[in-house]
């Protein structure tokens, strides 16, 4: 094995932006459109700790980030907990060997659970700059080779649970979702300089509340608090995705009690559609009719929206509301109308997108998850398990359908990434890049 360096009309047509044509990359959180989908194909389905390993890359200690993929380079942001620091490394995408690291050292205390390590936020890259934020240490971008173009400190961000949004790339932007806590705001800076191009602040608990009222708030119970919300049960943890809406970019976003659209160039407020509850970690969804799924947190409620409105659509385009959801983390895959999207408990569920119907569920191999489902344009889905367990199935609206579960004994709370012909799993102890060797080579040579 290769072991790198240590280190509003009746119908309506949804367009989301172009995959990467031959599904070499790998670009952002949630895949090149945010949706977990990749133009990648015949990827290996079977693997294990000495099967289909093309390199493993030792990590200096756990985190939740997923890596990034352009070219021939991997990013992956890296806690540097003993020196206080928040890393980004740059490793060769066919070795796994370091080529670069950069590091932010934030030495003042800052709140987060045990199971979110520091840097939790995945990177984004456009073959000319990565882009990654730190919580209350900063969003800094880099250059391919490593050289800092600009940093900007956009405040404190203060939760008891920390962070988790991962900044995404769109037209000359670099859009942002800080939070959650006292401080929180959706932030578009020029992703060429870091200046502020627009910037949204979080509603007040009054005005949040007229959007879902406490019947959506599952176990968290947070409609009567009003203490610091860095304290409370609510928060957003959500990464945005921008959809085209009849010609028309949304940037789509989940958060405390709604789910929202605005213009990603302006950040004006095109819709909004209450009744979420108070969490929102799972990233929106959307399907190919414009269809936008967002699920609540710790039982808070789910529902489903028609994209392309305009105002307060809560009463005229919501398609379905459960004021009590199962209590989901990680984000689904939308395919053939259905979502894919598997509960922190380990039950992998497959929803209908028009209705919120439970098709079928399925316990899957390695326990509970954290984790999002990622898909290949061949129909297969790939869901890590906190064990470090990988559930291969294929979308299949009548029943589960799994392929393989491959074991790296290693454990992880992030999701798999798939480029090319390679899939790379981020463990609590190292990057995997997983696929099938050379003709004439031995697995991990």
């Not at 949706?35 to 990648?40: E, Q």
């Not at 004021?323 to 922190?344: I, K, Q, W």
Request: proline share 5%; hydrophobic share 40%; charged share 25%.
């Amino acid at each position: 094995m290769r072991n790198a360096l240590a280190s509003a009309g009746t119908f309506l047509w949804l367009v989301v932006p172009a995959l990467a044509a031959d599904g070499e990359r790998w670009p952002q959180w949630r895949g090149p459109d945010g949706s977990g989908r990749t133009a990648a194909t015949d990827v290996v389905t079977e693997w294990g700790p000495e099967q289909n390993v093309l390199w493993r890359a030792s990590l200096p200690e756990a985190g939740n980030s997923t890596p990034v993929v352009w070219g021939d380079r991997v990013f992956l942001t890296q806690p540097l907990s003993e020196n206080d620091q928040r890393a980004l490394l740059c490793l060769d995408r066919t070795t796994g060997a370091e080529l670069w690291r950069r590091a932010v050292t934030y030495d003042k205390p800052e709140a987060t659970h045990k199971t979110n390590p520091y840097a939790s936020a995945s990177p984004a890259v456009d073959g000319e700059r990565v882009v990654a934020w730190f919580g209350s240490a900063g969003l800094v971008c880099w250059d391919l080779e490593g050289k800092e173009l600009w940093r900007r400190d956009l405040g404190e961000q203060r939760h008891m649970w920390g962070y988790g949004s991962s900044p995404i790339l769109h037209g000359n932007n670099c859009i942002l979702n800080f939070g959650p806590g006292e401080r929180e705001f959706l932030i578009a800076v020029d992703k060429s300089t870091g200046e502020t191009v627009w910037q949204v602040d979080a509603l007040d608990d009054e005005a949040e509340r007229a959007h879902s009222g406490p019947e959506n708030d599952g176990n968290s119970k947070d409609f009567d608090k009003d203490g610091d919300r860095a304290n409370r049960l609510r928060g957003a943890w959500s990464t945005p995705i921008v959809i085209t809406v009849d010609g028309r970019d949304e940037l789509i976003v989940t958060l405390p009690r709604r789910v929202s659209a605005f213009d990603p160039a302006t950040g004006e407020q095109l819709w909004t559609c209450g009744g979420l509850g108070p969490l929102a970690y799972a990233s929106p969804m959307a399907s190919e009719d414009g269809i936008v799924v967002a699920l609540g947190g710790y039982g808070g409620a789910c529902l489903a929206v028609r994209a392309g409105g305009e105002g307060d659509v809560t009463e005229t385009r919501r398609l379905w509301h459960q004021p009590r959801g199962v209590g989901y983390l990680g984000t689904g895959a939308v395919a053939d109308g259905a979502v894919y999207v598997c509960d922190m408990g380990g039950v992998l569920r497959c929803l209908d997108v028009q209705t919120g119907k439970e098709l079928w569920k399925s316990r899957v191999a390695g326990g509970g998850t954290w984790s999002s489902v990622t898909q290949t344009a061949d129909g297969r889905m790939f869901l890590l398990t906190k064990s470090g367990t990988t559930a291969v199935f294929r979308a299949n609206r009548e029943e589960y359908e799994p392929i393989a579960a491959n074991d790296l004994d290693e454990s992880t709370n992030a999701s798999v990434v798939a480029a090319g012909d390679a899939l790379f799993l981020r463990t609590d102890d190292a990057l995997w890049a997983v696929g099938a060797p050379a003709e004439g080579a031995a697995d991990g040579e």
